[in-house]
């Protein structure tokens, strides 16, 4: 029983995140719309949902936070006291408890937290805002529930003859195929343990049952049920339909390890099949050996694309997370501030959701108290007193872009400048030839800050160095667009997807390269004639623009033969972010799809190599990271 137990705990732990993480933002939402029934709605059936599979299971501190956070909804929802900014604080603070107590029993720590304060809270809570409903006069007594909704004891009896008695409300159109199935396997262990006592006497089984000493036996295995509340009225076998399975991620992540190395054996066989053909033109074997590789081609397409889509999120797991969070900081700041989500429902790899978190709350939270001015300073330059945050995601091209804009002061260039120098992060002479967009860079070096006292919320600075590593390590880049008095655009440019990836293979002296098809706008075969040398860097005009180029085997020291005669170069037009510059390589060897494998003790912030592939003829080589490089031959 105890692996069953463990099983089950594990589904209710899943599912009591999940519906905090989906009510939280609802309360902010809640907050600044006033009263929508729909909303409170919502988080009432949430929390009603949260409160019943607690009580199925026994867990007594949950059931105590959600009963008294479910009552205030109710009574919300129903119009009986108003929504207060003293009633709100005392919900979220309700739902931050859930959240801890949630945690407690996910890692098994045995952990019971002291929630008598908040009790008390959010009774005082609701009697104040009962009182101020009916004129200042708290009420005699707590509202009484609606008949509907009468707490009813259960007794529920556990095959270890343990006898649990919990509270769980008869509101059975308010509960989830979730609770309710949890609630059903809870009770198919009691019969179990029981039915040596007396034969079970099946009966119609309801969620939840009445009041019972035993808990009524489980129905016959056949015909199947979903769960309890369909066994009153089963529907046919063939209508039977299981529409979602719940699979844990690192299974998903072995399928995908494997889905990679039959990328890297395709790319073999079909590397190989063209030599062979070169050879053995017109050999029956041979055409058959090739027909079989391009079918292997077209299925292992369809394979990556698959478990791909089995890895992506939607963007809202981070994102509703932040509406709370700008809230509380908000207040604590002085200020009144308005976020603005866009394309929230925006699917990106789960290694991104994972990673992307803590670089957003970072520039969101510098964005709140170092670059939004006070009301009192937004109102003297003529600003509204409401500042703004707007974050925003949409995908473009093969890219995911991420942008988080503050309508705030904006960035001081000169300023970054003699802060670095003050710190020795630069030289004098580095600080006069700095461009302004290198200088503000130099927000992402680490201890770098323009506040003169650290606090809690600290300079957009703290923690812009986390935000560049992280986005790195997501082989991504970030960038930032400002303007003084106007605001900040923080804008993160990542990879649809992390591990496999079109790249185009090039020939840099002796040596041979990927680069990533993301980066690249364009490859083109030009004369050397067509390159310019203006001020000391090399140029060249495409399609009327003027843009600079870099010679791949001078930037990474590579060693080159003597190639005389030669009259014409590659040249690769890359992109990182909205700056355009050219690339020159010996010779383009051709799109391939890649793997990428991570090197142990390689930095792509160091040396701009984001890992290694296996290509389809067998070599070992290099990916290349332009966004990191282009910072250093840019100097930016």
Do not use: W
Request: net charge negative; charged share 30%.
């Amino acid at each position: 029983m105890s692996d069953e137990m463990d099983e089950i705990i594990e589904d209710f732990v899943t599912e009591a995140e999940e519906t905090l993480e989906n009510i939280d933002p609802m309360f902010v939402d809640l907050e600044s719309k006033g009263y929508d029934k729909d909303i409170l709605n919502e988080i009432f059936r949430g929390m009603h949902t949260l409160k019943g599979a607690a009580g199925f299971l026994g867990f007594q501190l949950v059931i105590d936070v959600a009963h008294r956070a479910e009552s205030i909804m109710k009574m919300l929802r129903d119009g009986e006291v108003d929504l207060s900014q003293s009633l709100m604080d005392v919900i979220l603070k309700s739902v931050d408890t859930l959240r801890l107590l949630i945690f407690h029993i996910k890692i098994k720590d045995g952990v019971e937290e002291d929630i008598s304060a908040l009790l008390v809270e959010l009774d005082n809570a609701l009697e104040a805002a009962t009182g101020a409903r009916d004129g200042g006069e708290p009420p005699e007594a707590a509202p009484e529930p609606e008949p509907e909704a009468v707490e009813e004891p259960v007794t529920i009896e556990m095959a270890d003859e343990q006898t649990t008695t919990v509270e769980e409300t008869a509101e059975a159109p308010e509960l989830s195929e979730e609770a309710a199935a949890l609630m059903a396997e809870v009770m198919a262990m009691g019969d179990k343990a029981s039915e040596e006592k007396e034969e079970p006497k099946p009966q119609p089984a309801t969620a939840p049952p009445p009041q019972v000493s035993k808990p009524a036996p489980a129905p016959p295995p056949k015909p199947p049920a979903s769960s309890p509340r369909d066994q009153g009225q089963q529907r046919p076998a063939d209508k039977e339909v299981v529409s979602t399975l719940r699979v844990d991620v690192s299974r998903i992540d072995n399928v995908m390890d494997y889905a990679g190395e039959i990328v890297l054996a395709r790319n073999r066989l079909i590397n190989l099949s063209s030599k062979l053909e070169d050879s053995y033109s017109g050999d029956e074997n041979l055409e058959n050996l090739i027909e079989t590789a391009s079918f292997l081609d077209r299925v292992t397409s369809d394979l990556q694309l698959a478990v791909m889509k089995m890895r992506m999120q939607p963007l809202q797991k981070v994102f509703g997370k932040f509406p709370r969070m700008v809230r509380d900081l908000s207040r604590t700041l002085g200020k009144d501030i308005e976020l603005e989500i866009f394309g929230e429902e925006t699917e990106v790899d789960k290694t991104v959701i994972e990673s992307i978190g803590d670089p957003l709350v970072h520039i969101i939270r510098n964005s709140l108290d170092h670059g939004l001015e006070s009301p009192e300073e937004r109102e003297s330059k003529g600003k509204p007193e409401k500042g703004k945050i707007v974050i925003s995601a949409y995908q473009k091209g093969t890219q995911i872009v991420i942008e988080i804009l503050d309508d705030g002061k904006g960035i001081d260039a000169e300023g970054v400048k003699k802060k670095s120098l003050s710190k020795g992060l630069i030289t004098e002479e580095e600080a006069q030839r700095m461009t302004d967009e290198a200088a503000i860079n130099l927000i992402f070096l680490p201890g770098f800050s323009t506040k003169e006292v650290s606090t809690e919320l600290s300079g957009r600075g703290v923690g812009m160095d986390v935000v560049k590593t992280n986005v790195s390590k997501l082989n991504g880049y970030v960038e930032v667009i400002t303007k003084k008095d106007m605001g900040s655009t923080f804008r993160i440019s990542l990879p649809l997807t992390l591990a496999i990836l079109q790249a185009m293979m090039v020939r840099i002296g002796d040596e041979y390269y990927a680069i990533p098809q993301t980066m690249i706008e364009e490859s083109l075969k030009v004369k050397k004639s067509d390159i310019k040398d203006v001020t000391k860097q090399k140029v060249m005009t495409i399609r009327g623009k003027v843009l600079p180029i870099f010679d791949m085997a001078e930037v990474l020291s590579v060693a080159r033969k003597e190639e005389t005669g030669l009259s014409e170069r590659y040249v690769l037009v890359a992109f990182v972010g909205d700056k355009r510059f050219c690339i020159s390589v010996d010779e383009l060897m051709g799109q391939e799809e890649i793997v990428i494998k991570m090197i142990d003790g390689i930095e792509a912030e160091e040396c701009g190599v984001l890992g290694a592939t296996i290509t389809g003829d067998g070599r070992v080589v290099l990916i290349l990271d332009l966004a990191v490089m282009a910072r250093g031959m840019m100097g930016s």
